[in-house]
Every structure is written in C-alpha cells, then in structure tokens.
C-alpha cells in the first residue's frame, strides 16, 4: 500500500489497518486510558502507524493524555545573552526528557506573561518556566500568581528563575551576595570612587543587585556617599546612554560598575566613543559572565552565573513530582577579575 501525506492519514486509519479498534490504537499512540494493550495488538498499532506514516495529532494528544509533552519557556528578551543562555540550558536539558520548549518572549512587557500563560493554559503543557527579574508592581505579580495557580492546578508544573517572590519552585539566583562580593574585592584592588549604572529601578533583579555593592562597598568601608547611582535601561543602549550622561556630567569616579554585562558594554562603547583610555581611564566592571564577553576588549571584569545550569536546573525542578511546598535551588555567583579593572595607577 503506498502511504499517503501524513495530513491525511487519521486514527481510524491506523486502527482499520491494524485490525483493532479505534480506542485500542488511542491507547496505543495517544497513550489515552488506563487499561494495558495487549503487546501482540501494540505492536500492530505501531507497524500500522509506520506503514501509514500517520503522525499524531498534539491537542489531541494533550486532551487524551490531561497534558502535552510542551514546556513552556517565557523570557522578557530572547536577544538578551544572558536569557538566550538560560533558554539554551532549558532545551538541552528537555531533550533528555522527551519534551518539547515552546518559548515566547514577552519584549520587556511584563503584563504580556500574563497573555502567554492563558495561551499556553489551553496547550496544556507539561510545565512552564518563567525567567526573567519579577517586577516591583505587586498588584502584577499577584496576577501572575493567580494564573500560575489555575495552571498548577491543571496538572502542570511551574518553575521560576529569578526572585524567590511566588509560592512556586524557583531557582534563586543570588544576585545581591555576588555584587556584594563584586565590591569588595574591586576595593582590594584599590578602587575607592565608584559609578552604578544600576538598571531599571522596578526590576528586583537591578535593585537586588544595587543593594548588594552597596552593602559590599560598606563592608569595606568606602563612604556610600562617594558613589554616583544613575538609572537606566537593563540593555547595551542603556548602559551606553547611562554612561554617555555620566560622562556629560562629568565623571569623578575610577570605577564603573554596570548591574548586568550587557550594560558594561555598553558603557565601555560610550568611553571609548569620548577618548576615555581604557582600562586605565576608568575601569569597568559587570554582572552575569555572559558568552558574548569573549570578544570584547578590555576583558570585563564580571560576576559569573552558571546560566545554562539554571536553565537545566529549573527545567528539572518541573520534572519532577510536585512537592508538599514550594522548593528552592540557590545558585551560587562568582567573582571572576579580568582586564577591565586593574589598580589605580
């Protein structure tokens, strides 16, 4: 028999061929019902479906089974390294468990989780992944917990990768002890006069970060009045404007140090842009280790997050069975020194 397009090739028409019933080969391909197939009629089914080149239908799957094979993976911005690299840990790790990431990049838009999760409720995924920083809006983030709630108890897991600010399981990522750490060992390097180029000032991961250089620069006993904290976007161009501004203003400080490496980019690009000699001009320094820092020069001085880890490891969190409270993994950070900042001349 020659096999047609498996567009056109039905259920009914593995099950005809086979021999069997239509729910017997439901069972079989759908993995729908409780009851065993006999393995003599299983292996029917399947030969019949690989004679036919019948290829099964997803919602009908998911409707059969109470749930599909699709993790869900939402991120703010999919040309973010430092979210690309995270995405990248989820998909290897999914691999591994048969599953498949659906990722929707919500532009920065947080209220957009909101739209994305209702889309993927009516997939009904195998889980649902959230990374990215929670927003300071509360009145936002009780709204994501109640649509979280609705999809967990619809059969499917929920992890973040970020604050741990839902009852849900996260993977915490331990953003103020690593700035903390950050300023501490740029002030046994000799910096004393610092700039933070410290992000949007609603999202937690920017001020968790902020609140951190500050407790380590007061660890170390540099007068917080002596650092400059200006405000921007959480991107290139914001670390590029943020500097620029710094700069028109008249920069005192030795030290730059810009919460997420995608800003140190950018700032880097903005001293250059203004003849400032580097890294001796004014160092600088970053938050995350993203892959991209291979090519930039000087190399950056950062605090290092295993981001494909995280990915793996929130993507686990979801494969797993549903504990009696939310779990916590930790993810440590770790100061890595390069080029950027040396010793103040």
Same mark, same amino acid.
């Given at each position: ?193 610092? *700039?933070? %180029? ?8 920017? &001020?968790? =970060? #902020?609140?951190?250089? @500050? +407790? ?96 793996? *490891?929130? %993507? ?8 009696? &409270?939310? =779990? #916590?993994?930790?993810? @440590? +950070? ?12």
């Amino acid at each position: 028999m020659t096999k047609r397009s498996s567009g056109t090739i039905t259920l009914m028409d593995v099950a005809h061929r086979a021999g069997v019933s239509v729910a017997t080969a439901s069972r079989v391909l759908n993995g729908s019902g409780t009851r065993r197939v006999r393995p003599d009629l299983t292996d029917r089914v399947l030969a019949a479906a690989t004679a036919l080149n019948y290829s099964a239908h997803a919602p009908a799957q998911a409707m059969a089974r109470g749930r599909s094979n699709v993790v869900g993976l939402l991120v703010h911005d999919i040309a973010d390294p430092f979210l690309s690299s995270i995405a990248a840990g989820v998909m290897r790790a999914a691999e591994h468990h048969g599953s498949i990431v659906t990722m929707y990049s919500t532009m920065g838009r947080a209220e957009r989780e909101l739209d994305y999760l209702v889309t993927l409720r009516g997939q009904r995924p195998r889980a649902v992944i959230l990374a990215g920083s929670r927003s300071t809006d509360r009145a936002l983030r009780d709204r994501l917990g109640d649509e979280l709630r609705v999809i967990e108890e619809a059969g499917a897991r929920v992890a973040l990768i970020s604050q741990h600010v839902l009852p849900v399981d996260t993977v915490l990522l331990e953003n103020r002890e690593g700035a903390r750490l950050l300023a501490r060992r740029l002030v046994e390097l000799g910096h004393r006069r610092f *700039a933070v %180029l410290a992000g949007p000032r609603h999202l937690l991961t920017a &001020r968790d =970060r #902020l609140a951190g250089f @500050r +407790a380590g620069l007061a660890d170390a006993g540099v007068a917080l009045s002596r650092t400059r904290v200006v405000h921007g976007e959480f991107t290139r161009d914001g670390g590029y404007a943020t500097m620029r501004d710094l700069l028109d203003a008249g920069l005192r400080a030795g030290c730059v140090f810009a919460v997420n490496d995608v800003m140190a980019v950018g700032a880097i690009s903005a001293l250059r842009d203004h003849g400032v000699p580097l890294p001796h001009g004014v160092a600088v320094a970053g938050f995350d280790d993203i892959v991209t820092l291979r090519d930039v020069t000087p190399s950056l001085t950062t605090v290092r997050l295993p981001l494909e880890e995280v990915g793996a *490891a929130a %993507l686990e969190l979801v494969m797993q069975p549903r504990a009696d &409270r939310p =779990r #916590l993994r930790r993810i @440590r +950070a770790e100061v890595v020194v390069r080029d950027s900042t040396p010793a103040p001349r």
